[in-house]
């Protein structure tokens, strides 16, 4: 799949762009031609689709994501920077492994930090439940919560593979900032639930349920160490290198720890 690029003739892009090579937010023809360079904050497609993530080879793809992000945050990132309600920012910070930037715009999503809509019930601001009536009386919303709550997922686990149609690799910790310590148990693909902490930087443990019993592969949470792989039914085996593959059993409750 080729993404249109700025440096594409065809491009949609201001007239004389001369800035980064970023992904652009179409190519001509279109009905609605003017505008910025940028694609759209709350779609962001060139990000998802198990196009640009960790695992992805591609490092000059990478590159021009990392590229493309930044450019919507020219003047930095900072405690006071605002995330709208629908914005995947922070999903697609978390995707490309930025802790630098989460730990800014989970935070701030969550808080609503410029309510959208003078005109709402304390402008839009948020309500003590965690929620807004953005869009008016009695429509109470929580759209800015769920893009939180997926981009703090994908911060603390990630599971997805180097390419559309490959195997889903589990890594742990993608984006968390160094400073947060967490505690979590969320879903992967493949069927593993997975248990993990991290404390001062240093992850603690790491469980893994195989609820479908297919092979894991898992990046190495300890970079360089050798892991030992405890299996609640008895015994135990040793691996090693940047990725982890290992086979499980249905049900099996697997132990990780770095020897």
């Not at 109470?140 to 997805?160: I, K, P, T, V």
């Not at 050798?226 to 697997?254: C, H, M, N």
């Amino acid at each position: 799949m080729k993404l249109p690029l700025s440096t594409d003739p065809d491009a949609l892009k201001p007239a004389g762009y001369r800035g980064p090579q970023v992904f652009a937010r179409g190519r001509t023809p279109a009905v609605k031609a003017s505008g910025g360079v940028l694609p759209d904050a709350n779609s962001l497609p060139m990000w998802f689709f198990d196009l640009c993530n960790l695992e992805s080879p591609d490092a000059d793809r990478l590159r021009i994501a990392n590229s493309t992000f930044d450019s919507y945050f020219r003047r930095g990132l900072t405690a006071d920077t605002p995330v709208s309600v629908l914005s995947k920012l922070a999903i697609a910070a978390a995707t490309l492994g930025r802790a630098d930037a989460v730990r800014y715009l989970i935070p701030n999503q969550i808080r609503a930090l410029s309510p959208e809509r003078n005109t709402a019930y304390k402008n839009g601001g948020v309500l003590a439940n965690r929620m807004t009536l953005r869009e008016g009386p009695q429509a109470l919303d929580a759209q800015r919560l769920g893009r939180a709550a997926e981009a703090l997922h994908l911060a603390l686990l990630q599971s997805a593979p180097p390419g559309p149609g490959e195997e889903s690799v589990i890594r742990l910790f993608a984006a968390c900032p160094k400073e947060w310590n967490a505690r979590f148990t969320l879903l992967a693909r493949g069927g593993f639930l997975v248990t993990a902490a991290i404390e001062k930087g240093e992850i603690h443990s790491v469980e893994l349920v195989s609820q479908a019993g297919a092979p894991c592969r898992l990046r190495n949470p300890w970079a360089g160490a050798t892991v030992e792989i405890a299996r609640a039914g008895g015994g135990t085996e040793s691996v090693s290198g940047p990725l982890l593959v290992f086979q499980t059993a249905k049900e099996e409750k697997i132990v990780l720890r770095r020897l």
